[in-house]
T-cell receptor
Framework: DAGVIQSPRHEVTEMGQEVTLRCKPI?????LFWYRQTMMRGLELLIY????????DSGMPEDRFSAKMPNASFSTLKIQPSEPRDSAVYFC????????????????FGAGSRLTVL | AQSVTQLDSQVPVFEEAPVELRCNYS??????LFWYVQYPNQGLQLLLK??????LVESINGFEAEFNKSQTSFHLRKPSVHISDTAEYFC?????????????FGAGTRLFVKA
């Protein structure tokens, strides 16, 4: 398995532009997480999907952020309009089914998408 | 709600010296505990986990962590570090009661191994 695939790896954009980050989870995993990492705030959970359904989006900072998971193999995180304070590394992670001992609650992370908003 | 506190933001240590990275958590229910490692410009990787059973868990590269329920701690140790262990280490907790859907991470500890 190629692991969790994120694209783009780096994105530089100007304030006000729309940004779309993409994630392909590990095949067979039924949970997907979006995290944001900054020096000031560390790793923050933005939103979590289970079986393609958003379960908890309480970490999404504001209405400019939205996330979708149209099927089990693809998710997007969109920021519209983007602002300089959105600059961060955005990680996608997936997890196998709960209750499976070997994979219980273990997250597999992608390499991240580094976003810079000028 | 769970929370995780990593007591040291940076730990410098000489090669071949022992190291301990401290982690305390709080939760009103039983938890799973994890240590993840992040190398520069990479995502986080699982280092080791405690789910149940023996309170001492080990990784394949010589790290170990001990779950101490009375002190709500899960400190990470290695008896002799290598330059290649330089990375950021994150302690994490998942709440068993809700199926562990939410994994909360500590702020991270940056380990610098010096020659």
């Amino acid at each position: 398995d190629a692991g969790v695939i994120q694209s783009p790896r780096h994105e530089v954009t100007e304030m006000g532009q729309e940004v779309t980050l993409r994630c392909k989870p590990i095949s067979g995993h039924n949970s997907l997480f979006w995290y944001r990492q900054t020096m000031m705030r560390g790793l923050e959970l933005l939103i979590y999907f289970n079986n393609n359904v958003p379960i908890d989006d309480s970490g999404m900072p504001e209405d400019r952020f939205s996330a979708k998971m149209p099927n089990a193999s693809f998710s997007t995180l969109k920021i519209q309009p983007s602002e300089p304070r959105d600059s961060a590394v955005y990680f996608c992670a997936s997890r196998g089914r709960s209750g499976v001992p070997s994979g219980a609650n273990v997250l597999t992370f992608g390499a991240g998408s580094r976003l810079t908003v000028l | 709600a769970q929370s995780v506190t990593q007591l040291d933001s940076q730990v410098p240590v000489f090669e071949e010296a022992p190291v301990e990275l401290r982690c305390n958590y709080s939760s009103s229910v039983s938890v799973y505990l994890f240590w993840y490692v992040q190398y520069p410009n990479q995502g986080l990787q699982l280092l080791l986990k405690y789910l149940s059973g023996s309170t001492l868990v080990e990784s394949i590269n010589g790290f170990e962590a001990e779950f101490n329920k009375s002190q709500t701690s899960f400190h990470l140790r290695k008896p002799s570090v290598h330059i290649s262990d330089t990375a950021e280490y994150f302690c994490a907790v998942s709440d068993i009661g809700t199926g562990g859907f939410k994994t909360i991470f500590g702020a991270g500890t940056r380990l610098f191994v010096k020659a």
